[in-house]
Every structure is written in C-alpha cells, then in structure tokens.
Nanobody, 125 residues
Framework: VQLQASGGGLVQAGGSLRLSCAAS????????MSWFRQAPGKEREFVAV????????DYADSVKGRFTISRDNAKNTVYLQMNSLKPEDTAVYYC???????????????????WGQGTQVTVSS
C-alpha cells in the first residue's frame, strides 16, 4: 500500500488542523492505521492508532482529549483531527499502516511496514 499524507501547516497555539492520509489499493480496510510524529532531534513517537474497522482507537497521553483519529474505508483515507494545538505538537507527522493480522505492539514504529512521506505541522506560541 502507498500512503500520501497531507494537511499540515502553520497554526497558532490553540488552533486546529486536520491531517489526511490517502492510501492506494483495494485492501485499505485490512490495515491498522496509525499516526506518528517526529520533532527535530527526537525519535519518532506514536500519536494515535485506529483498528481496521474503526471500532477501536488509542492515543498517546500527550494528545488524548485533543486529537481524534478516524477513517473512511470507502475513501481509503485516515484522518487526524488536531485541536487545542500546542507548540510542543510541532513535528513532522507520518501516517503508517500494518496488516490487521499483525499482533505486535502498535506503539512501536518498527511494527509498521508502510509509511507516508510526512507532513509538517508547526504550532507557534
């Protein structure tokens, strides 16, 4: 599967952005989808995950209550709605996919076989 992330930009603290990740292929609904982010000088970190069916989600503590992950399997797209943005949310955001049959920890970037190219999110104070 090929992934294309979009929707990043520059926003003031307290603002909102919605990221999108469009996937190619007809098997999108068989993938667990996640968002990760990487700030300069830091390791890539888990942000949010959504099950293949959309029935379950999980979030990093740092974004819980502010970010919402969702997916539209008919459109082969996963979204990340980001509200109440903070300067510390500044990073390149990546979408990632892995087979729904894979059982390893979804918090680890190593567990994902497919990655989008990343989209820059900058939050000014």
């Amino acid at each position: 599967v090929q992934l294309q992330a979009s929707g990043g930009g520059l926003v003031q603290a307290g603002g909102s952005l919605r990221l999108s990740c469009a996937a190619s292929g007809r098997t999108f609904s068989t993938y667990t989808m996640s968002w990760f982010r990487q700030a300069p000088g830091k390791e890539r970190e888990f942000v949010a995950v959504i099950a293949w069916s959309g029935s379950s989600t999980d979030y990093a503590d740092s974004v819980k209550g502010r970010f919402t992950i969702s997916r539209d399997n008919a459109k082969n797209t996963v979204y990340l709605q980001m509200n109440s943005l903070k300067p510390e949310d500044t990073a390149v955001y990546y979408c990632a996919a892995r087979s729904k049959y894979y059982s390893g920890s979804y918090y680890s970037a190593l567990a994902y076989a497919y990655w989008g190219q990343g989209t820059q999110v900058t939050v000014s104070s």
